[in-house]
């Protein structure tokens, strides 16, 4: 098995990226300052891109799954659909994954999601708020505001789907 392992600084912490045999395996968020220099590569170039505030897409980029369950795998193919700038409810990924009364569990698998910013937990919120996150309440403000989701969509408490979101399916 190749391994490779790069991060980049961000808000004062860093984001760390681990590839395994060419798949995306983790992407973590933490306080602690990078380590090390990141490659040139496609993906550190995009991750570079996404922490300074662009809209990037990472579909390209194939993700290793190993060690989900086959609901959570497609829980989380279907969460890494939500389009940059969009949010969605722990109850719209569920129905959109075909399981529409099991938002708990979609909200399970999102807490324990190795692989944020590719997949993008951070756009999957509460019916009445925020919800949780992978790291911290603050990384995932820090992501939805990078991302330029205005503060009124998910500080209220109050989740309102845009006309601009678009059905997962």
Avoid at 16 to 37: C, H, K, L, M, W
Avoid at 72 to 89: D, F
Avoid at 97 to 108: E, F
Avoid at 128 to 137: D, K, P, R, Y
Wanted: proline share 5%.
């Amino acid at each position: 098995m190749t391994e490779t392992r790069f991060s980049l600084p961000f808000r004062g912490g860093s984001v760390t990226v681990v590839e395994r045999d060419g798949a995306v395996f983790q992407v973590g968020i933490s306080d602690a300052r990078p380590i090390g220099n990141a490659p040139r590569t496609g993906l550190a170039g995009d991750m570079r891109r996404y922490l300074a505030g662009e809209k990037v897409s990472f579909d390209r980029y194939k993700v290793d799954y190993s060690g989900y369950t086959e609901f959570r795998k497609h829980v989380l193919q279907t969460a890494r659909k939500i389009p940059h700038g969009e949010m969605r409810s722990y109850g719209e990924v569920a129905e959109a994954a075909g399981k529409p009364r099991a938002y708990r569990a979609v909200g399970s698998t999102m807490a324990n999601n190795r692989i944020c910013i590719i997949v993008p937990c951070h756009r999957v919120v509460g019916a009445n708020g925020l919800g949780g996150f992978t790291g911290s309440l603050e990384h995932k403000i820090a992501l939805l505001e990078l991302e330029g989701i205005p503060k009124e969509r998910w500080l209220t408490g109050t989740y309102s789907k845009s006309k601009a979101d678009r059905p997962l399916r």
